[in-house]
């Protein structure tokens, strides 16, 4: 079992209050550096020519990644229609990866249009800007708005509701037949817990003017201002870190502070009402 560690960071800001993008080549040391290097020619292979941009964000361009804890998290940025296989073979690219690098935790992907990136208000544009380093290609970190601690950078908490709602539905309709039914409940728990965590972090935002993804300064910064609701998101932190596959528990969980926190969003209004002025 993993213990919770007491690390993390805010992300600093500029003279004007833009965030600083802390990612660099500079803070990436062995051993990421080739599994980074892996995981490149796995997207040039697959994407080819359709590719605009690779970028990796996260800890580990952070120079704050810890073997064993630390997963790699890429977004590759294509220009054109994605095709299913190719989202199949990145994806079965992937896993190859991990299991020749069994220091990374995991090694996440994410495909998205050039077009959506730039026609949308999609939260990509910020955690490309604020929290990514491109490792090939057109680097839109260069174009791309700057951001300072606000709505613009609430990236979890608007969809929260909808998140649990079908996961709690998946959950409840999986088969314990099924031969990766505890993998998929665990895997499941530390997607949603993470998600809690940062939700709590959007929550207090506005009211601190600070921003980060790290874990244990979110869980720190929403105790600081929901003291009774302490245990409930330390509980949501643990999970985050050693998920769970105790299906009963997970659902009761979900249910009672996974509402809670729904509805406490909605109360400070900065779910799609977009005013932070609602914000006490």
């Known amino acids: 079992m993993n213990?919770?560690?007491?690390?993390?960071?805010?992300?600093?800001?500029?003279?004007?209050?833009?965030i600083i993008n802390p990612c660099s080549f500079e803070k990436i040391s062995p051993p990421w550096t080739a599994i980074i290097a892996d995981l490149k020619i796995a997207y040039l292979e697959i994407f080819a020519n359709q590719l605009h941009s690779i970028y990796i964000r996260g800890s580990v361009p952070?120079?704050?990644?810890?073997?064993?804890?630390?997963?790699?998290?890429?977004?590759a940025?294509?220009?054109?229609?994605l095709e299913e296989c190719q989202l199949a073979k990145i994806r079965l690219a992937c896993r190859k990866i991990k299991h020749q690098y069994p220091f990374c935790k995991n090694v996440d992907f994410l495909c998205v249009s050039y077009q959506e990136i730039?026609?949308?208000?999609?939260t990509l544009k910020m955690l490309i800007k604020t929290q990514s380093l491109c490792i090939f290609g057109d680097d839109l970190t260069l174009s791309l708005p700057n951001y300072k601690p606000g709505i613009e950078m609430v990236s979890h908490a608007f969809e929260l509701g909808e998140d649990l709602e079908i996961l709690q539905d998946e959950l409840q309709c999986l088969g314990n037949n099924d031969i990766f039914y505890f993998?998929?409940?665990?895997?499941?728990?530390?997607?949603?817990?993470?998600?809690?965590?940062?939700?709590?972090?959007?929550?207090?935002?506005?009211?601190?003017?600070?921003?980060?993804r790290d874990l244990y300064p979110s869980?720190?910064?929403?105790?600081?201002h929901y003291p009774t609701q302490e245990r409930y998101m330390k509980k949501a932190l643990e999970l985050a870190?050693?998920?769970s596959d105790n299906l009963a528990g997970l659902l009761i969980f979900l249910r009672e502070f996974g509402s809670w926190l729904v509805r406490e969003v909605e109360r400070v209004g900065c779910v799609r009402k977009f005013h932070t002025d609602a914000v006490t």
């Open 3 to 18: 213990a919770i560690l007491k690390t993390g960071e805010l992300l600093t800001t500029d003279a004007q209050g833009f």
């Open 219 to 224: 869980y720190l910064l929403f105790y600081k």
């Open 118 to 122: 730039m026609e949308s208000e999609s």
């Open 241 to 243: 870190i050693n998920p």
């Open 77 to 81: 940025v294509i220009s054109g229609n």
């Open 62 to 75: 952070r120079g704050k990644a810890i073997p064993k804890v630390s997963d790699l998290d890429s977004l």
């Open 183 to 212: 993998k998929f409940i665990k895997d499941r728990c530390a997607w949603i817990m993470k998600r809690i965590v940062r939700t709590g972090l959007e929550l207090v935002m506005l009211r601190e003017q600070v921003y980060t």
